[in-house]
């Protein structure tokens, strides 16, 4: 329904990360650099004659400077607004008048903008993505009216949602000095004053071809990819100032956090932690793969340890979870989710969450199921190749956080071959309450439970 | 012995037909198998698995008199045993095989889809085959399930979302089980029996009012097989469908007070039926109105023009049991009652003047060129054919959509907009803090 979307990480407190494992030898990929430096990836999937097409810049609201956040999804809302040669709203209706679709998203380390299109209308797409690369055209009024868009969306998103006004207040918590405590729309205060200047600086700042990485899924070979890629992208110029992606990092966390937001637009209160947690680093992925089973052991569905322990054996919720993302730059975060049942207070339902996860680090894993979550990440990468623009979309987000092909190719093998004691390992070092946020979120008339 | 025999008949009375799509290649074939059962197959043999969809009509609209919710927790509990499983025994085999099952309500059809590896074919459709036909619908599964919709409830209370669209399908449809909501009520649903879960079972899911599609790995012969196999043993409908409800509005706005900073707006009136003759000419007029892509009117004028919303889309709903032409978008309460004015005026304009040649020709080229790409996947060529034969479709229509798109013309969309779009009956349903906008 609505479109310019901004990628939000997992909504704390009602997603469980789905293992989504990768496989560069069977998804039938190949890659190339161009002069420029920009990296073209290649997904074929021959069953229909469609492709679609991505361009992923690896700058995200994180790469944002002080006091503009939110100025990577404004830019990517006002690059649709014009160039030297298309006139603004002339990009969609190029794609619609040619069948497609088009849209974009952000997220904290990247922004990418797509089209859906028959196969041989790739050419105009491209070089309608090499035109808005180098020569955007932003006028005044439209920066403006535009501004006005993203505080609605930004209403929409946040504003109206007690969990998502929870959720921000929670994670800039949880990061003391990492702009992942930033959120990915932006602070109110700060996108009310953000002008088409700030806009430009972004757009000269971070792209460029040599920022750039181009998906191609769908019906195509990789020889005419990479000609029509060298024919609409090989002449921009790189950026030669560009700067390596180097963020400030986190101080020791010595202290846990614990916070209560009172709402009276809450109806049903719950608890939500969260650990600072390490991500899926290049060449080194064993623990965030470890920390993805941990998450799937406790909470991902009805058999997992939270919901056995919390909705089963004992009635002291309505739903439980955890989460875990190991796609990003840079530290993640590992979480637990309580909907207390009806006289449940949220000081107990934490506290059974607590003893339920102390249970399973002293218990050990259930070797039967973890031997169920790894053939369905087997199934997985079997289901997912019907669906060749996740596929895409896993690439790119992949290769704007910092991993490589061969790290996207090697990680369902890696999946598979964690060991229980991995896995109890990687739980106990990522339950460190000094690293951590705990959020009651809870209705005006509940604050005694708060304490 | 006996698979043979059924193999041969199912090869016999398999009906081949091909689709040929504008340039998507989708071969339909209508099968029936051996014990009568319709499906309509996509073949693909390229990914070693199958996407099989199941639809029931009547859904949750087949809720008894006072036992509004009882078709959706009864829905929520398939899953939670048959035979001697438990819960978690059904949770643990399903993940064992890799089989995805999901089961959902709404108020024209109960919707089952699965998933699932070729290898795994017989196990997996063993299990759903329990849940459809055989749950067993423990107490305690019943108690805790309810408690979870219970919660859901309370959420929707202080949702402005869930309370705008409450209410306007109260306005619109009445006493008609889509005026209310289909959880049901805190009353109702706490008052839910084992027996109430039994009927709603009984009176939902039946052979007579199902319609099935597969697409991916599997052949005719084995899908006829597998159809008699999982859904054989339904019994037949007792109960009737519910009556059709005509829309009746006359124009106005409706206020509902909560405090939040954005406000929600529902609007809408009565709409046409899918086979109505001028559903064509409708459904480009709406492209063109608010289809919520940039070029529509509505997300021009409302969000490029003035930033007055993020999004705003408005639809035709030819449901089972009535007709409507819906929109919604949400605005700041001190820029809402701007926005609505604004969405007055567009209904007005298409109303009177229709659209422009220049608008109705790139409407035409982007939904003929757009309808392929829809066929891009073995999960929604199955959704696709399933929707189709609710629709009361063949498989023909493929062929001809595109051509019915392209004989819109002028003339068309000036007599359908006049027809549908009634300005004197647009009723807007407001949820929030809105300023200067009263109820009138």
């Known amino acids: ?363 050990g894993v259930d070797e039967a199921h973890l031997e169920r979550i790894k053939f369905q990440l087997k199934a997985a990468q079997i289901y997912e190749r019907d669906n060749v623009s996740s596929m895409a979309r896993r690439y790119g987000a992949a290769l704007t956080s910092g991993l490589t092909l061969d790290d996207i190719e090697a990680w369902p093998e890696i999946l598979q071959s964690i060991t229980p004691e991995e896995i109890i390992a990687a739980g106990r070092r990522v339950v460190n309450r000094k690293a951590s946020v705990t959020s009651y979120l809870q209705g005006a008339d509940s604050a005694e439970v708060s304490q | ?74 829905t929520a509990l398939l899953v939670e045993g048959t035979g001697d499983m438990d819960a978690r025994d059904f949770a643990a085999a399903s993940e064992a095989i890799a089989a995805q099952f999901s089961y959902d309500v709404g108020g024209d059809t109960l919707s089952i889809s699965a998933r699932f590896l070729t290898e795994k074919t017989e196990e997996s459709m063993a299990l759903l085959r329990g849940s459809i036909l055989a749950p067993n619908f423990p107490q305690d599964a019943i108690d805790r399930v309810r408690a979870q919709v219970l919660s859901g409830l309370a959420s929707d209370t202080t949702d402005p979302n869930a309370k705008a669209r409450a209410r306007f399908n109260e306005v619109i449809y009445g006493d008609h089980p889509y005026g209310s909501v289909l959880d049901g009520t805190v009353e109702t649903v706490s008052a839910l029996t084992r027996e109430d879960i039994q009927n709603a079972h009984r009176d939902t899911l039946v052979k007579d009012r199902l319609y099935v599609s597969a697409a991916g790995d599997i052949s005719a012969e084995e899908l006829g097989v597998l159809l008699d196999k999982l859904l054989g043993d339904l019994p037949l409908s007792e109960r009737p469908l519910p009556d059709h409800v005509q829309i009746e509005t006359t124009a106005g706005i409706e206020v509902v007070e909560f405090d939040t900073p954005q406000s929600v707006a529902i609007f809408g009136h009565k709409g046409i039926t899918r086979h109505d003759p001028d559903f064509f000419p409708a459904y480009v007029l709406n492209e063109i109105l608010g289809s919520g892509g940039f070029e529509a009117r509505l997300m021009h004028e409302v969000r490029e023009k003035r930033g007055l919303t993020y999004g705003i889309y408005s639809y035709l709903s030819p449901r089972d049991y009535a007709e409507g032409y819906f929109g919604s978008f949400s605005s700041a309460n001190d820029r809402i009652a701007q926005a609505i004015e604004v969405v007055k005026e567009e209904w007005t304009k298409a109303a009177e003047n229709g659209v422009t040649e220049e608008e109705l020709e790139a409407a035409k080229t982007y939904l003929t060129g757009a309808y392929a790409l829809r066929f891009d996947s073995n999960a929604a060529i199955a959704r696709i054919m399933v929707g189709m034969q609710q629709d009361d479709l063949t498989p023909e229509y493929i062929n001809t959509r595109n051509a019915n798109i392209e004989a819109v013309t002028m003339e068309d969309i000036r007599r359908t907009a006049a027809r549908i779009l009634r300005p004197d009956e647009l009723y807007f349903v407001v949820v929030g803090h809105p300023e200067g906008l009263m109820t009138q």
């Open chain 1, 1 to 363: 329904m609505t479109t310019r979307i901004t990628s939000w990480l997992a909504g704390a407190a009602t997603l469980a990360i789905l293992a989504t494992p990768l496989t560069a030898a069977q998804d039938n990929v190949s890659s190339f650099v161009l002069d420029n430096g920009l990296e073209l990836v290649v997904i074929e999937d021959h069953r229909a004659p469609v492709v679609v097409h991505m361009v992923w810049y690896r700058a995200g609201a994180a790469d944002e400077a002080p006091g503009v956040s939110g100025i990577a999804h404004f830019l990517e809302h006002l690059m649709f607004k014009g160039t030297d040669t298309l006139a603004p709203g002339e990009f969609s209706k190029t794609v619609a008048a040619n069948g497609g679709s088009d849209n974009a998203f952000t997220s904290f380390d990247y922004t990418a903008y797509f089209q859906t299109v028959a196969a041989d209308r790739l050419d105009l797409m491209m070089q309608m993505e090499a035109d808005r690369m180098v020569n955007l055209q932003l006028a005044e009024h439209e920066v403006l009216t535009e501004r006005d868009v993203i505080l609605e969306e930004r209403n929409q998103r946040t504003e109206n949602d007690p969990g998502a006004l929870n959720r921000e207040q929670q994670t800039a918590a949880l990061y003391m000095n990492h702009p992942y405590g930033v959120p990915i729309i932006g602070w109110r205060h700060e996108m009310e004053q953000l002008d088409r200047q700030d806009a430009l600086n972004f757009y000269e700042e971070f792209y460029a071809p040599n920022n750039a990485i181009v998906i191609v899924a769908g019906d195509v070979n990789p020889d005419e990819a990479l000609a029509l890629a060298q024919d609409n992208y090989g002449m921009l110029p790189a950026n030669a100032d560009l700067a390596p992606r180097e963020r400030v990092s986190e101080p020791p966390q010595l202290a846990e956090r614990r916070m209560t937001f009172t709402d009276p637009r809450v109806a049903q209160p719950y608890v939500v932690r969260t650990y600072l947690a390490p991500e899926r680093d290049s060449g080194a992925q064993r623990q965030a793969a470890a920390l993805q089973l941990f998450a799937e052991l406790l909470g991902g569905g009805q058999t997992a340890a939270l919901p056995q322990a919390l909705q089963f054996d004992t009635q002291v919720a309505v739903y439980s979870s955890a989460f875990y993302r190991g796609l990003s730059l840079d530290d993640t975060s590992f979480g637990l989710v309580v909907v207390p049942a009806e006289g449940v207070s949220l000081t107990e339902a934490e506290d059974a969450m607590d003893a339920a996860v102390a249970a399973y680090l002293d218990a």
């Open chain 2, 1 to 74: 012995m006996i698979m043979q025999k059924l193999l041969m008949r199912a090869v016999l009375l398999t009906l081949v037909l091909t689709s040929h799509v504008a340039q998507a290649d989708v071969k339909i074939q209508e099968i029936t198998s051996p014990g009568g059962i319709k499906a309509w197959l996509s073949e693909e043999t390229s990914i070693p698995f199958v996407a099989l969809e199941l639809r029931f009509k009547g859904g949750a609209s087949m809720d008894r008199p006072g036992k509004r919710g009882a078709v959706n927790l009864m």
